[in-house]
């Protein structure tokens, strides 16, 4: 058949032999069978060029004319978007990783076991175009990734000694024997769940200005988890109405809605970062960040630096009204770190900050 390849093995006439006849038939069938996985390899793997790197196990494709969007089999790298966490240790570091390898190029995808997950993501191994690099695992060796082992996949084993060298070196999420990231978190304050032992052999649970009692030991974990969320999806108004239907309640009479950090003095340098941008309300301060989502609506434009809008600020963008913008701001200012300046201000309880004029926005190293 046409594009089939064709192994001849010679046929030695009756009575007769080739010398060696038993190790050139093997060797011919060795070559048979490494043309067929020849075959078999070049079938099992398909070309996409990246569009956006989403974080850093998360990208967006074009592959066979259809957008895709491809979740990296067998690692997890901290989140710097996820709706229900704040950014996490190494969370920009981890993309930035992604990005040097394989943004704007074209990739080889490869399936293992799954397709797909329950969000609609298509599940691969990332290859550089020339086969040689499997990004999943480099970025498990960098100490940017761990290994994902919620589920099988045929390349643990590898992934699994790749994050034991970087264990082993201290690099990345492994720095100080991990040290680093209880650090960045301190220095970050996130909000701490307190976990108080109670009498009876029940718990208590305090986080921010909040708490709940009488927990047995089989739903702790679960009301962590839970209390952690709510907190972090939601806005300070919505938070306080939510976690009283869970159960919450204020600890020593504290006013939820006064609670609300809006009273803080601007930094010195005028710098926030912008996890933090939401606790001076009503104060004109320079945000920092790195736009990781970016929305048109008619002629107003948004950018965000979580895709939690509802919690963290949201930079406002009017069309027109503001001279000597780019022409598309949302493709121009995504994945791009940025200083911003302006006054905070709450619109149905979500902060942001309009922007007044071209130059309070800018892209800094």
Same mark, same amino acid.
Do not use: C
């Given at each position: 058949m046409r594009g089939t390849p064709q192994v001849r093995i010679p046929i030695a006439p009756a009575g007769s032999s080739i010398p060696g006849g038993r190790s050139l038939f093997r060797l011919f069938i060795l070559a048979a069978l490494m043309l067929g996985c020849t075959r078999l390899s070049a079938a099992a793997y398909e070309t996409a060029a990246v569009l956006?790197?989403?974080?850093?196990?998360?990208?967006?494709?074009?592959?066979?004319?259809?957008?895709?969007?491809?979740?990296?089999?067998?690692?997890?790298?901290?989140?710097?978007?996820?709706?229900?966490?704040?950014?996490?240790?190494?969370?920009?570091?981890?993309?930035?990783a992604l990005s040097a390898m394989c943004a704007g190029k074209t990739v080889r995808l490869e399936k293992d076991r799954e397709d797909s997950d329950k969000y609609g993501r298509i599940l691969r191994y990332v290859y550089s175009a020339d086969g040689r690099l499997l990004f999943n695992r480099e970025l498990v060796r960098k100490g940017v990734a761990r290994v994902y082992r919620r589920f099988p996949f045929s390349r643990r084993a590898e992934f699994d000694a790749a994050e034991t060298l970087a264990r082993k070196e201290g690099i990345g999420l492994w720095r100080n024997g991990g040290l680093d990231e209880l650090r960045w978190v301190r220095l970050h304050r996130h909000e701490a769940v307190t976990v108080w032992q109670l009498g009876g052999g029940e718990y208590g649970i305090e986080h921010g200005t909040v708490g709940k009692a009488g927990i047995a030991p089989a739903d702790l974990e679960r009301e962590i988890a839970k209390i952690v969320r709510i907190r972090n999806e939601l806005s300070d108004a919505e938070f306080i109405s939510e976690a009283r239907s869970a159960g919450y309640a204020p600890i020593g009479g504290e006013?939820?809605?006064?609670?609300?950090?809006?009273?803080?003095?601007?930094?010195?340098?005028?710098?926030?970062?912008?996890?933090?941008?939401?606790?001076?309300?009503?104060?004109?301060?320079?945000?920092?960040?790195?736009?990781? #989502?970016?929305? $048109?609506? =008619?002629?107003? /434009?948004? @950018?965000?630096?979580?895709?939690?809008?509802?919690?963290y600020v949201t930079i406002v963008l009017f069309s027109g009204k503001v001279p000597g913008l780019p022409a598309s701001p949302e493709?121009?200012?995504?994945? #791009?770190?940025? $200083?911003? =300046?302006g006054t /905070?201000? @709450?619109?149905?309880?979500?902060?942001?900050?309009?922007?007044?004029?071209?130059?309070?926005?800018?892209i800094v190293p």
């Open positions: 956006e790197v989403v974080d850093g196990d998360t990208i967006r494709v074009r592959t066979g004319g259809t957008v895709a969007t491809v979740r990296m089999i067998g690692i997890d790298t901290p989140e710097r978007g996820h709706p229900s966490r704040p950014k996490e240790f190494i969370a920009d570091e981890a993309a930035e006013n939820l809605a006064a609670a609300r950090p809006n009273s803080k003095p601007a930094p010195e340098n005028g710098v926030v970062s912008w996890d933090h941008a939401h606790e001076f309300l009503g104060q004109s301060i320079t945000v920092e960040g790195t736009i990781i #989502r970016a929305k $048109r609506s =008619r002629k107003t /434009v948004f @950018l965000n630096f979580h895709s939690n809008w509802k919690r493709s121009f200012y995504l994945d #791009r770190k940025v $200083r911003v =300046r /905070v201000k @709450l619109y149905k309880d979500r902060p942001e900050i309009v922007l007044e004029a071209a130059g309070d926005i800018r």
